[in-house]
Nanobody, 124 residues
Framework: QVQLVESGGGLVQAGDSLRLSCAAS????????MGWFRQAPGKEREFVAA????????YYGDSVKGRFTISRDNAKNSVYLQMNSLKPEDTAVYYC?????????????????WGQGTQVTVSS
């Protein structure tokens, strides 16, 4: 019901900023909370951020809180992840996710749809 396509990944230096985008399609898009996960080599998938349909409720993983900001533009059917003060440990494949329900579902690891992922590499 929902298709997600990420973009905006790349190679940056520590301290730099990067903005990821996720374009969503599907008639049920407005019923879904959206979010981001990441997975680094040799590590398990990690929750990064989530946002409700209205944008009022947001959740962040402890490792990114204060540095990353999630937002969405429903007119463009898109969700974004602004990443500031990037660290080498932020290096991972970042996946856009959508779930039918509140963003807390994503925080707790539940997701119904996934994007293909975009690579973010932070060099020191």
């Amino acid at each position: 019901q929902v298709q997600l396509v990420e973009s905006g990944g790349g190679l940056v230096q520590a301290g730099d900023s990067l903005r990821l985008s996720c374009a969503a399609s599907g008639r049920t898009f407005n019923n879904h909370a959206m979010g981001w996960f990441r997975q680094a080599p040799g590590k398990e998938r990690e929750f990064v951020a989530a946002i409700s349909w209205s944008g009022v409720s947001t959740y962040y993983g402890d490792s990114v809180k204060g540095r990353f900001t999630i937002s969405r533009d429903n007119a463009k059917n898109s969700v974004y992840l602004q990443m500031n003060s990037l660290k080498p440990e932020d290096t991972a494949v970042y996946y856009c996710a959508a779930v039918l329900g509140g963003p807390y579902n994503l925080q707790e690891g539940r997701s119904d749809f996934w994007g293909q992922g975009t690579q973010v590499t932070v060099s020191s």
